[in-house]
């Protein structure tokens, strides 16, 4: 199951949901406009006829739509794509994470892997991408769906506050809460598994290198600050679930 880019606890999935996403990831090189040229990001595809892009939420990776995708598949071409500086996607020093650099690697993605209007679905953060991303370049998108979507609260002011140790110590945080967890689980008899993969889930993309930058970066941007002005404007069919 071992990939080149993939951090060692993948090894400790245990649940066949995990395992199989985990041996679907490929990483491909995209060429961008952004400061360096490529960027090693990170994707599943499964399935074929109309193509659905999933958008995972902030802190996140693509693995949170282990069991939607395959499910998914059985009707469509179903993509899951890790935003820049998130998931396993390559982290860059030189390339701030934030809003705008977001949607570019995004565009820079639809034009290589689609190049055809996609449905795009976000979930949480990944709602805020999809929705900025549409108004953005409506050509590329079918139809909307938002799952549990930032919109109207895209700003988070106080990141643009923090500094150095503070910033750091906030980031970590993200991950001390869920080994927390994760310890706690695991000293309950008989351990509850299914919860514990899913921990370990969402704790894998966190030993990527470079992933408290990324964090501290976008953290730092103010989020989607200007997003709840620009909601009026969406004019794709949108499915909304809350």
């Known amino acids: 199951m071992s990939l080149d880019f993939?951090?060692?606890?993948?090894?400790?999935?245990?649940?066949?949901?995990?395992?199989?996403i985990i041996r679907r990831i490929k990483r491909q090189a995209i060429l961008t406009s952004l400061p360096r040229?490529?960027?090693?990001?990170?994707?599943?595809?499964q399935g074929s006829g109309s193509p659905v892009l999933l958008l995972h939420g902030?802190?996140?990776?693509?693995?949170?739509?282990r069991y939607l995708l395959p499910l998914l598949a059985e009707q469509h071409e179903v993509w899951a794509v890790d935003l820049l500086g998130f998931g396993f996607t390559e982290r860059l020093p030189e390339i701030a994470v934030n809003p705008a650099t977001i949607k570019q690697h995004l565009y820079d993605v639809w034009q290589q892997l689609f190049n055809r209007p996609?449905?795009?679905?976000?979930?949480?953060?990944?709602?805020?991408?999809?929705?900025?991303?549409?108004?953005?370049?409506?050509h590329c998108v079918s139809r909307l769906v938002l799952i549990d979507s930032v919109g109207f609260s895209g700003s988070f002011p106080?990141?643009?506050?923090?500094f150095p140790?503070?910033?750091y110590w906030a980031a970590r945080w993200l991950v001390v809460r869920k080994r927390a967890a994760l310890q706690?689980?695991?000293a309950i008899a008989p351990p509850n598994l299914t919860l514990i993969d899913a921990i370990r889930c969402s704790l894998l993309h966190q030993a990527m290198p470079g992933w408290d930058e990324s964090i501290i970066s976008f953290t730092k941007s103010g989020g989607y600050a200007n997003l709840s002005?620009?909601?009026?404007?969406?004019?794709?069919?949108?499915?909304?679930l809350w």
């Open 184 to 186: 706690a689980l695991a």
């Open 37 to 45: 040229q490529a960027i090693e990001t990170a994707y599943v595809k």
């Open 58 to 65: 902030f802190d996140s990776s693509l693995l949170e739509f």
């Open 158 to 162: 106080i990141g643009r506050l923090l």
């Open 229 to 240: 002005q620009r909601m009026a404007q969406i004019s794709h069919p949108t499915l909304v």
């Open 165 to 167: 140790p503070v910033d």
């Open 118 to 138: 996609i449905v795009l679905v976000g979930a949480s953060l990944g709602g805020a991408v999809a929705i900025d991303f549409a108004l953005t370049y409506p």
């Open 6 to 20: 993939m951090p060692s606890e993948a090894e400790l999935l245990t649940e066949a949901a995990s395992i199989a």
